[in-house]
């Protein structure tokens, strides 16, 4: 996933608070409607757009009588965001102390991302149209 997408993904107030929750306590999707006051089909949506981005994760599946319910959480611990030089930085701390660095650089066009991860480095190029 580029950094720009989840950027975006993460300006949506529900998903945001929805990850800010998770980040605090895994939960499930009827304990997140109720307690940040999200509509059920709003949450289903983010939820589902923030696992299949692997923003956040599944925790457990709890099936205490006969329901069966899954607890999600975020295996990020922080995001670090600055720009400076035409280039957009991204650092992303997961719970497991790695790390993953991307940079942009939005003065060439196509857009290219480098993402650090370790001793690696992989290019990306995107093109700014395909990214709204």
Do not use: W
Request: glycine fraction near 4%.
């Amino acid at each position: 996933m580029y950094t720009l997408e989840i950027l975006e993904i993460l300006s949506d107030k529900y998903s945001l608070q929805i990850v800010q929750s998770l980040s605090v306590e895994p939960s499930t999707i009827p304990q997140l409607s109720r307690k940040l006051n999200i509509p059920m089909a709003a949450c289903y949506r983010r939820v589902s757009t923030l696992l299949k981005e692997g923003l956040i994760q599944e925790d457990e599946v709890n099936s205490r009588a006969r329901k069966k319910s899954v607890i999600y959480c975020t295996n990020i611990f922080k995001l670090d965001i600055s720009f400076g030089s035409g280039k957009l930085f991204v650092i992303t701390h997961f719970k497991d102390d790695t790390r993953i660095g991307k940079v942009i650089d939005l003065r060439s066009e196509p857009f290219e991302e480098r993402t650090v991860e370790g001793d690696q480095i992989h290019t990306m190029k995107m093109d700014p149209e395909d990214i709204t």
